[in-house]
C-alpha cells in the first residue's frame, strides 16, 4: 500500500498521551503542561507492513515519528536502514531532510506520529518565547 498514512485503511486515533512524546529528543525536557498543548497538534495513525509515508524525491510539509513498530528507510538503489521504535534512530523524525533522500516503508505494525513541519517549528518557538518570559519576572 503507497503512503497509508493518508489511507482509508489505517485506523486513525485523534490523541496521543502527551507523556508519550518524551520518546523523542526534542520534548524530553519540556514541562507537563508544553506537552499537553503539543498533543493535540500531533495526527496518530496505526499502519501496516507495506505502507509507504513518502518517497524518494519528495518535498512533502509533514514530519513523522516512529512510537511502536517498525519502518525501513529506502534508498534509492535499494539499500534499507532499519528503525526500530525506542532506538537511538527513533528518537528523531524520519529523513527530515527535502526533498526526500528515503522512501520510508512501514514493516512491521506500527503508530506513527505526524504533524506539520512548519507548525510544529512554530510551536516550539512558542514554547521557547513563554519560557523565556517566566525566567524574566
Known amino acids: 500500500m503507497r503512503f497509508g498514512f493518508n489511507s482509508s485503511t489505517s485506523t486513525q486515533h485523534n490523541r496521543i498521551e502527551?507523556?508519550?512524546?518524551?520518546?523523542?529528543?526534542a520534548f524530553t525536557a519540556l514541562p507537563a503542561?508544553?506537552?499537553?498543548?503539543?498533543?493535540?497538534?500531533?495526527e496518530v495513525a496505526k499502519l501496516r507492513p507495506g505502507s509507504f509515508l513518502?518517497?524518494?524525491g519528495a518535498d512533502?510539509?509533514?514530519?513523522?515519528?516512529?512510537l511502536q513498530g517498525q519502518g525501513d528507510l529506502v534508498a534509492g538503489d535499494g539499500r534499507r536502514t532499519e528503525i526500530r521504535a525506542s532506538s537511538t534512530r527513533a528518537r528523531q523524525p524520519l529523513a527530515r531532510l527535502r526533498?526526500?533522500?528515503?522512501?520510508?516503508?512501514?514493516?512491521?505494525?506500527s503508530v506513527l506520529l505526524?504533524?506539520?513541519?512548519?507548525?510544529?517549528?512554530?510551536?516550539?518557538?512558542?514554547?521557547?518565547?513563554?519560557?523565556?518570559?517566566v525566567f524574566n519576572m
Not at 502527551?18 to 529528543?25: C, G, K, S, V
Not at 526533498?99 to 505494525?109: G, I, N, T
Open 99 to 109: 526533498p526526500r533522500k528515503f522512501a520510508a516503508e512501514v514493516v512491521m505494525p
Open 54 to 56: 513518502f518517497d524518494v
Open 18 to 25: 502527551p507523556e508519550q512524546l518524551r520518546a523523542f529528543d
Open 114 to 133: 505526524s504533524i506539520d513541519h512548519q507548525q510544529l517549528e512554530s510551536l516550539m518557538q512558542q514554547i521557547e518565547v513563554d519560557e523565556i518570559r
Open 33 to 42: 503542561d508544553d506537552l499537553v498543548m503539543l498533543a493535540q497538534f500531533f
Open 60 to 66: 512533502d510539509t509533514r514530519d513523522y515519528l516512529l
